[in-house]
């Protein structure tokens, strides 16, 4: 099946009229997009997603309707060098593949939600006091986030859930309201106060 998937892409080069690369690199690309699809094929048949031999069969009907024939599938078959088997090794893989890119894509949500995140840093709880206490007697939260970070201000910028590597700042910028600042939160790097 390799040496023929090899083949096709040199025919689709050649067809296309794009200088063929060395053949390493054309073997290495080829292998490289076959590893993908069993991986796709893989996490269709880990979510149930086995292609039936109905599966298989109502697709070629569909390939013969829309190429107006068996002989037009069966000319383009022997254009493309595909043997039965090796059509069908394709074809199945396709199915399973296009049923996982579908699962993926339906997965993945339209929105999400996101905070914009500035930061006090310190490393010892000493400094997050006093960067609380300015805080808490009035002093604005970005003059003393510029104070720590001279460079960035302590800005995090937009982010969604789960994005942080600290996950107790990450749940804190989530539970906090707009322009509402954290109390200090400890954690293996040092001393945090978000807004």
């Known amino acids: 099946f390799f040496e023929g998937e090899v083949a096709r892409y040199k025919l689709a080069m050649t ?4 200088l063929l690369p060395p053949e390493e690199e054309i073997r290495t690309i080829v292998i490289n997009d076959l590893i993908g699809q069993v991986l796709m094929k893989q996490g269709a048949e880990a979510g149930g997603r086995i292609v039936s031999d109905q599966d298989y069969q109502q697709e070629v009907a569909n390939l013969i309707t829309e190429m107006g024939g068996e002989e037009p599938l069966n000319t383009w078959m022997a254009d493309e060098g595909y043997d039965q088997a090796q059509f069908e090794t394709a074809l199945r893989l396709s199915i399973a593949v296009g049923w996982q890119k579908n699962h993926i894509i339906a997965s993945v949500p339209d929105e999400v939600e996101q905070v914009h995140v500035q930061q006090i840093f ?3 709880p000493e400094g997050a006091q006093r960067a609380l206490t300015s805080l808490n007697s009035g002093t604005d939260f970005n003059q003393v986030a510029w104070t720590y970070d001279p460079v960035t201000g302590g800005d995090l910028s937009w982010f969604p859930r789960g994005y942080l590597t600290v996950e107790e700042v990450d749940v804190a910028a989530f539970s906090l309201g707009v322009g509402e ?6 954690t293996s790097l040092g001393y945090h106060i978000i807004k």
């Open 122 to 124: 310190a490393y010892t």
């Open 181 to 186: 600042y954290s109390q200090i939160i400890q």
């Open 15 to 18: 067809s296309a009229e794009i």
